[in-house]
């Protein structure tokens, strides 16, 4: 008989299973360093008392500096350093890639997915994000893909999400995180965990008494267009849920294993509809979803949305008025292009400003990649810093609503308890698959100081080396700083 995926899975185990993905791991490792050219590198940390330029564009627009990252990014210079991390596909990370390319649930097509136990798919979803966040050369990008997974969050644990999730992450969110908004919209608003997820897969009107289901509509124009404020009303909802009734998604095992999306007419409500001031007419069919997103995506609304919570991201938390309504301006003009309203938001005075420099406060996600980035850390994202996370509050594809993990700082100052917890493990090398060679990196930096400041973007303050000198953790001592903790 033939062994299926399924039943390899049922009869290892999860814990046999990652265990197996583990050695394909190092096997991937090894293929890499194989298949990559070691390049030498300048490791000399920033020398200024302040942040200065180049530790302000690594500090924003990655998960933080790797060894040798200041050198690098100085000698290209910081506009092409922007426009490199803004041309993803440009920059070879295959080194990356082998890391999770043993992670074989990523590429299978929908149908596939239901052959692996959910919690193994949500292991290896939430790896593979570690891992990319941590070894990925294309930084912004993977910035991208998790202020995206926010902004149109799913959670993995409702029903199909279990297994669709994953196909969700690789065809809407990574394919379209540096693309046009409304195809992000599109794809997002067609896919089958979103319809899962907000119901509209029984978004239908089959009878004159039928009401529509609402639940998608609400948070298509309160979370990922127009705002809670954008200016819609209760009648919007309705029109639009009237407007995308009749889209569904089913799987089915017959002879052949199919999962699909479909617009069935016979559950779509045909009438003329009227959505924020514009009359769509009769007779529209599956055009009417096109329609609505042409309204909701090219208004006003939708752009100063976008663009605050992009300021938000990058810039300052308030940001500033000035620089919400020029990426605002950009949206509008582009057609909703994001690396076009993001280079305007990197060419702003206001993102420059020595004002706004380590203001920014990090969400556990960014906190661990940081550490792992800045320590040069051999890790395979498995268990125990995925377990880190969760006792942070920020396991990935797991927020219980709708908006997302918060990007406000307050919800997440009750985490430093369990980031000291983790940057002395890290040090002290308690956590399972994952090193730091600390004697490596201080001969490479050249002193303590040096990797100080190769981890704070600057010189460490007076009393931050009077404290290094009198501690016999300092690289936890560093990690748990407050400076550490911001960006």
Not at 24 to 34: F, G, Q, R, V
Not at 166 to 171: H, I, L, N, V, Y
Request: hydrophobic share 40%; aromatic share 8%; charged share 25%.
């Amino acid at each position: 008989m033939r062994t299926s995926r399924r039943t390899f899975v049922q009869s290892v185990g999860f814990a046999g299973l990652s265990a197996a993905l583990t050695g394909c791991e190092s096997a991937s490792d090894a293929l890499a360093h194989l298949l990559a050219i070691e390049e030498g590198a300048d490791f000399r940390p920033p020398d200024s008392d302040q942040i200065d330029d180049v530790s302000h564009a690594i500090n924003r627009l990655t998960y933080g500096p790797r060894p040798g990252d200041y050198r690098r990014v100085a000698a290209l210079g910081l506009d092409a350093c922007i426009a490199q991390q803004l041309d993803p596909l440009s920059i070879d990370d295959r080194r990356c890639e082998w890391r999770v390319a043993s992670i074989e649930s990523l590429n299978q097509p929908a149908p596939e997915l239901y052959d692996y136990p959910p919690q193994q798919l949500l292991f290896d979803l939430t790896r593979a994000r570690i891992l990319r966040a941590v070894y990925s050369k294309r930084q912004l990008y993977e910035i991208m893909v998790e202020f995206w997974t926010d902004h149109f969050n799913i959670v993995s644990d409702k029903g199909e999400c279990k297994w669709v999730k994953a196909a969700d992450d690789r065809d809407v969110i990574r394919r379209h995180a540096l693309g046009k908004f409304r195809d992000l919209v599109r794809a997002s608003a067609v896919s089958p965990a979103m319809l899962i997820y907000l119901d509209g897969h029984d978004n239908k009107v089959e009878h004159p008494e039928d009401r529509p289901n609402e639940n998608y509509a609400r948070e298509l124009l309160e979370l990922h267009t127009l705002g809670v404020h954008g200016g819609y009303t209760q009648k919007d909802v309705m029109e639009v849920a009237r407007c995308l009734s009749g889209w569904t998604y089913g799987h089915y095992f017959l002879r052949f294993k199919q999962a699909h999306v479909e617009f069935n007419s016979a559950r779509h409500e045909n009438g003329e509809k009227t959505v924020l001031g514009q009359h769509i007419p009769a007779g529209g069919g599956a055009d009417d979803l096109e329609r609505v997103l042409d309204i909701v995506c090219g208004h006003p609304s939708t752009a100063m949305f976008i663009a605050t919570k992009l300021c938000r991201r990058f810039i300052d938390d308030p940001p500033p008025q000035s620089a919400v309504e020029a990426a605002a301006q950009e949206f509008e003009a582009s057609g909703g292009d994001i690396k076009r309203v993001l280079q305007s938001l990197f060419d702003s005075d206001e993102f420059r400003s020595q004002t706004v420099r380590g203001k920014l406060f990090k969400r556990p996600m960014h906190f661990i990649a940081s550490a792992l980035r800045a320590t040069n850390a051999k890790s395979h994202a498995g268990e125990p810093v995925i377990d880190s996370l969760r006792r942070m509050g920020h396991a990935p594809f797991q927020y219980p609503t709708p908006d997302g993990y918060p990007l406000e700082e307050q919800p997440w100052l009750g985490t430093l308890l369990w980031r000291w917890n983790f940057a002395l493990a890290l040090q002290a090398g308690q956590l399972q698959d994952t090193s730091v060679d600390l004697s490596k990196l201080t001969r490479d930096f050249g002193s303590a100081a040096s990797v100080a400041a190769h981890l704070l973007g600057r010189r460490p303050t007076q009393m931050e080396q009077q404290i290094l000198n009198e501690t016999n953790a300092p690289l936890a001592v560093m990690l748990a700083s407050p400076a550490f903790q911001r960006f």
